[in-house]
DNA sequence: GGCTAGAATGACAGCGCTGTCATTAGATGA
DNA sequence: TCATCTAATGACAGCGCTGTCATTCTAGCC
């Protein structure tokens, strides 16, 4: 392995002591142009590269933003962490992330885990933190963004959106697209899950179209094969179904998968509308409707606000709500045939 | 933020010295039962968690397994991701991981700042690296994984399979079931994917049915749309086309959709096969054939190799091929209509 | 009872770096 | 010309932990 070059090495080399190097690297300004040719020639000729540990140690703190994710196989916080990563190329940040598998217990514990790294920021997924890990993320040094949700009360900033009002606005669209029996397909009853249901009820209940038993739900997660066996399921006991909203867009693909096999004709018998808007439902046959949520910019804004607060630049505003925006395709182009839609 | 809890705040209050207390936490057996207890008590009050900067730096060496895989929003990569972190569950290491973008030179700095962490275990993707980095890697003092691939002269260790001969098997397949004029599909022609067009060739010249004109590519990331757009590029050149082996399951689903918006009959007058199995190809309507490729426990073997060295347990072979195999399905049954096969 | 082996514990130094001073050299002005 | 100030550089100590060796204590033995 390659020996380890040590600060002392490169100073040596360049012939000026430990401390100056350790400056010319991380303020050149205060070195003389000269002295810092010379020691940016002896770093490159022995492959100088700091010790991240030895720095950590020494100054208190770790160039590390903390990232809380649920899970890494699904599409929607990959999408979040392509963001994050993009926000901090070509920074001195590292990411360091962990997986809580959608359990508070795990993510209180890995919160305290994280914490003591004293990292320079950490990005956690959601609202629904345990008291516990509340009171931790409360008394934290570093800056804490909240993504992909908004909330009445934030630890430190937010990005997100509402989950609620965006399901109500899908719930107003199959509405207004001409669908009078919607039903609703859910999996992983998650709070964030029980919050988009919130919002399709309310919204259908405020149209006199809610039946409760128009509702599919499991606690598994969320699938393609699943959505296909929960539409089934309400189908065999509401057949008037004219509509489906979907928790999410794997759900639909599978809804709309069974609809083809079962014949029934999308949208003319029953319209879909799932959410997150993958890539999938636009190239779909027929196009499926869906709600855009911004994950890959939460991302990237999360970290900005960060950086922005390290550097003591302005962070704007706590709250970011990047509006999910209901992207409206054939699958729910109503039950009589409505106009057509730009896809 | 919780105040930091040293060594020696936890031997204090335990009435013994740091030492004691470091070594009763990393090797209880030599340290009296008693005295450990006491300690034990100290750092349950004090909520005393090591400093992991400080423990690296004094011991050379990091709890860390580092991870290089291309990208975090493609299914295949993170399906690793997830079975490295079930492998890791419940051990002292963290996971590190680095995003490649599929670009060798990204690959090669980041194995560099990887190895002066001195983690305690390396997964790489794939063995494409270039030279500088395979030099690296020689010299690690660390175990070293390759994933996702097999290949004649591992660094190290490898878990995978061959792209070629899945490719081929595949191919094979599509000929069994009858169809004799197949293309290929493929995006990102990065190293494996061409390996995997390697296969298709071979297969497909062995019975004289190769035709280079029938090959539909681009340099664009696969997505669905994708897939959509080459095979109606290749259908507009060579509408005699009966099959279409496509290098990974987002394009085989595209390919789908395309030929409904088509009216092209699937598996009846063109035959599709994707490339992973993603959850999704089971649930199509026709049901997608594919090759399932063991993602999961190709990241979990990978930790579990590492592991047994580190421990001076016998890792066993240095190269486990597991190999893919082709889960056919309704979108492969055969121009003709042949029998039905199992999903 | 005195001696020794081995178990349990501790003292010391240092991992590689940086924060906080102190020091030096050069520039400025009366 | 000399005092004064500023820019550039350096000395020192210490971050929290562990490797190495030294020391203490206990038990076992003749």
């Known amino acids: 392995m390659a020996k380890r070059v040590t600060l002392a090495e490169v100073a040596a080399r360049a012939g000026v002591s430990p401390i100056t190097v350790s400056r010319a690297l991380r303020r050149p300004d205060t070195v003389q142009a000269e002295t810092r040719a010379r020691i940016d020639a ?12 030895a720095r950590a140690l020494a100054t208190g703190r770790a160039d590390v933003i903390g990232v809380l994710i649920p899970s890494v196989t699904n599409a929607v916080f990959t999408d979040v962490l392509s963001g994050i990563y993009d926000g901090l190329a070509d920074s001195r940040f590292d990411v360091q992330y962990a997986i809580t598998r959608y359990d508070p217990g795990t993510e209180e514990k890995l919160i305290g885990v994280f914490l003591r790294q004293r990292p320079a920021g950490l990005i956690i997924s959601g609202i629904d933190q345990t008291d516990a890990a509340r009171r931790l993320l409360d008394r934290a040094t570093c800056p804490v963004v909240q993504v992909m949700e908004t909330g009445p009360d934030p630890v430190d900033m937010m990005v997100g959106f509402s989950h609620h009002d965006a399901a109500a606005a899908a719930t107003r669209h199959l509405l207004d697209r001409g669908y009078r029996r919607p039903g609703f397909l859910g999996a992983r009853m998650d709070p964030r899950t029980r919050r ?3 919002g399709f009820r309310a919204e259908a209940e405020a149209h006199g179209v809610f039946d409760p038993d128009r509702v599919e739900t499991t606690e598994v997660p969320s699938s393609v094969g699943g959505g296909a066996k929960l539409l089934r399921a309400l189908l065999a006991r509401h057949p008037e179904t004219d509509a489906v909203f979907c928790n999410n867009d794997d759900l639909a693909l599978g809804a709309l998968f069974e609809a083809m096999r ?3 004709p999308v949208p003319g018998q029953l319209g879909i509308c799932g959410f997150n808007d993958l890539e999938m439902m636009r190239a779909a046959e027929p196009s499926l409707s869906s709600v855009r949520t911004h994950r890959f910019e939460m991302g990237a804004r999360a970290v900005e606000m960060i950086r922005a607060r390290l550097d003591g630049r302005d962070p704007g505003p706590a709250i970011i709500d990047l509006e999910a925006e209901i992207l409206a395709r054939r699958s729910t182009e109503g039950p009589t045939g409505n106009r057509p839609v730009e896809t």
Chains 1, 2 share one sequence.
Request: charged share 15%.
């Open 262 to 264: 079962m014949g029934i």
């Open 196 to 198: 988009r249901f919130a």
């Open 42 to 53: 002896a770093v490159a000729e022995l492959g100088y590269v700091p010790d991240p540990a």
